[in-house]
């Protein structure tokens, strides 16, 4: 474990905004902090970084307790939302600026300089300066100037957010690629959760300065572990459909009543037989995974189709119940008009169940 | 039919002219005090004015050399002094004011007190009273500490007056800098001091050139304080300059007029070198992002 986070606490006054959160990113792991602005992951950033004194909790790097550390003597290296290049500076003078601290000797400076814009195919910009660079050549240098110490870890703030959305593509695949070359823990903090999905070994997704689940971009879109994370991950939005439950019939499958008078039979976690009957649930289901049929089923409700999107390959359905919103992805070739009156389907297994606690559906304890 | 309409980002030359016209009665006295200067006592005080008249330096060279009226030789007036005090008190004040404002500005910016902006709005209210107001307590104060009269009092008096207006306009130059780049050089192994001297004042140095500049033209110009605390020895020009007035000959708007142009050199000079910074300094902020 490399970089490690203790019941770490941030308060500004009387503002908690971050609040006791343990955490910790193996060698060579790029684990992504994901989640709504204000949530505390740059908080938590900076901490790591040393840019900001933690209120309570340890932090280890490399497992030293580096919480009196100045951030220079922290041996981390962090790139900003904003580049923070140094305007003065030329791209190479800015690259080499981080080696000076260590001491290194003038050639061996050049010679890291010059494999870094090698790397990185700033070798045409070097004499330039920050203000007659573009965006993504600014982007570039602001990795550049992280990655050419050999620092115990990496920090990135928001590292694609100025771009447009092909550079940002571009510089996606382009980072990943250098991250994994490095092999060193690194944290990256985004509020846009396909960075996270695309660059992420772990995602942690925070709310209010809490984690709300750390794993694997795959078992956070598919199992999310609270109604938060359900909603927060994923686009469209997952479908989050207030429920009471009415029956179980052994298997996982169980009887819902739903506002407005409709009901369903569908199957779902088994241990749905757990819960009281009259329990009052939400049930999530991706807007891909709901299926429509014209003919009534009973695992489903019927709604009319308000307004339909074209997405290219894909069409986005709004469907609504009269009490609900529900969104429905399909292929482009499935026909949908608006106004129309279709029923949705809910696949076996399709469907979170989350307790009245807005976790999911768990065991009894 | 389609109403005209100016193109936008265009003047023309019918506003340019208005514009240069209202410009011209501004500058008019400026104008009519240099002309003086070049004039000679009977063209200066001719009715009406004179436009065209023959230019001499007389005025000028009398600035430094005048005859005595008793002996009738030449003599050194003691105004080459004058213009030294006047340079050296201002240059001298107004640089430590810049530099102390400038340290207070950062730290007031960047490691702000309980109740910062109290302190900030206290050290403002020192320049909300005109200075007469103070001028008797000033005043007694200098004698008992020995300062009237010296080089240091009305120098240290300047730096008092002119740290309130430094302080308040670098903090402001200071809080519009992207703090992400004092973060990264501390990440990047620099110590407080290099990321303030190598990083900070880098970015800001128009904004110090126009708080360098406006606090220049201020004491250049001060009177009351330089009337009553300065000596003989540390005599500024506008207080020399008002000594000039009256006497048995009566007014020589001539030499008056050739001081105040000579007066008017050394700030314009500074204003002149600093303009395109000066620019960016006023701007600052309103344009960046």
């Not at chain 1, 070097?126 to 100037?145: H, M």
């Not at chain 1, 439950?245 to 039979?265: E, K, P, V, Y």
């Not at chain 1, 608006?338 to 976790?359: I, S, W």
Request: proline content about 5%; aromatic content about 10%; hydrophobic content about 45%.
């Amino acid at each position: 474990m490399t970089i490690e986070l203790k019941k770490l606490t941030k308060r500004f006054g009387s503002l908690t905004a971050v609040d006791a959160i343990d955490l910790d990113v193996g060698d060579g792991e790029v684990l992504c902090l994901l989640g709504p602005s204000g949530c505390g992951k740059t908080t938590t950033l900076r901490m790591v970084a040393g840019l900001e004194y933690a209120t309570e909790g340890d932090i280890y790097l490399q497992g030293a307790r580096v919480n009196d550390l100045a951030p220079r003597d922290r041996n981390v290296a962090m790139s900003f939302q904003f580049y923070a290049l140094y305007p003065s500076l030329s791209v190479a003078e800015n690259l080499a600026f981080p080696l000076h601290a260590d001491g290194l000797s003038r050639a061996e400076i050049e010679q890291r300089v010059k494999r870094i814009s090698d790397t990185l195919q700033l070798d045409k910009i070097l004499t330039r300066t920050p203000g007659q660079l573009a965006e993504g050549e600014k982007q570039r240098v602001a990795v550049g100037r992280s990655i050419i110490r050999d620092p115990q870890c990496f920090l990135f703030d928001e590292p694609l957010s100025r771009l447009d959305v092909q550079l940002r593509e571009e510089m996606r695949g382009e980072i990943k690629e250098v991250l994994q070359d490095l092999s060193k823990p690194t944290v990256i903090v985004t509020h846009d959760q396909l960075e996270a999905l695309t660059m992420a070994d772990r995602i942690a997704v925070m709310r209010d300065g809490r984690i709300e689940q750390v794993d694997t971009p795959h078992n956070v879109f598919q199992s999310p572990e609270n109604l938060f994370v359900a909603g927060f991950i994923g686009t469209p939005q997952m479908n989050l459909l207030p429920a009471t439950l009415t029956g179980t019939n052994g298997h996982g499958t169980a009887d819902f009543a739903i506002a407005g008078g409709q009901s369903m039979t569908i199957e779902v976690d088994p241990r749905i037989a757990d819960l009281a009957q009259g329990a009052n649930v939400t049930l999530g289901i991706r807007p891909r995974n709901l299926e429509i049929s014209h003919d009534p089923a009973p695992d489903g409700i019927s709604t009319k189709i308000d307004i339909v999107e074209p997405m290219g390959a894909e069409t986005l359905a709004h469907l609504s119940d009269g009490q609900h919103d529900l969104r429905l992805v399909a292929d482009w070739r499935v026909p949908l008009s608006e106004g129309d009156q279709v029923h949705t389907r809910f696949p076996p297994g399709a469907t979170h169940v989350f307790t009245e606690n807005e976790q999911v559906l768990r065991s009894a304890p | 039919m389609a109403r005209k309409y100016r193109e936008i980002g265009k003047a023309g030359w019918g506003y340019t002219a208005i514009t240069s016209v209202v410009g011209f009665i501004y500058f008019f006295p400026v104008l009519w005090i240099i002309l003086t200067a070049f004039k000679t006592r009977t063209d200066a005080l001719a009715v009406p004015p004179k436009l065209f008249f023959t230019p001499t330096l007389e005025n000028f060279t009398s600035v430094f050399f005048r005859a005595s009226i008793t002996t009738g030789t030449s003599q050194a007036t003691d105004m080459g002094l004058y213009f030294f005090n006047s340079i050296f008190i201002a240059f001298t004040s107004v640089g430590l004011a810049l530099i102390v404002g400038t340290l207070a500005a950062y730290a007031f910016s960047r490691y702000p007190l309980r109740g910062n902006d109290t302190y900030l709005f206290i050290i403002l209210t020192t320049r909300m009273m005109p200075p007469i107001v103070v001028i008797i307590p000033i005043f007694l104060m200098f004698r008992l500490s020995g300062l009237a009269g010296s080089y240091w009092g009305i120098i240290l008096l300047y730096t008092a007056f002119n740290i309130p207006f430094s302080i308040w306009l670098v903090k402001s130059f200071f809080d519009e800098l992207n703090p992400e780049i004092e973060d990264a050089a501390r990440m990047d192994g620099a110590s407080e001091r290099r990321v303030f001297f190598r990083f900070c004042i880098p970015q800001i140095l128009a904004g110090l050139s126009a708080t360098f500049v406006f606090g220049l033209i201020l004491t250049w110009n001060e009177f009351l304080f330089a009337l009553l605390l300065t000596g003989v020895e540390t005599r500024t020009v506008p207080v020399a300059m008002a000594r000039t007035l009256g006497g048995e000959v009566g007014v020589d708007y001539g030499l008056l007029a050739a001081i105040v142009t000579l007066f008017l050199v050394p700030i314009f000079f500074v204003t002149f070198l600093l303009q395109n910074q000066l620019l960016r300094g006023v701007t600052f902020g309103t344009v960046k992002k």
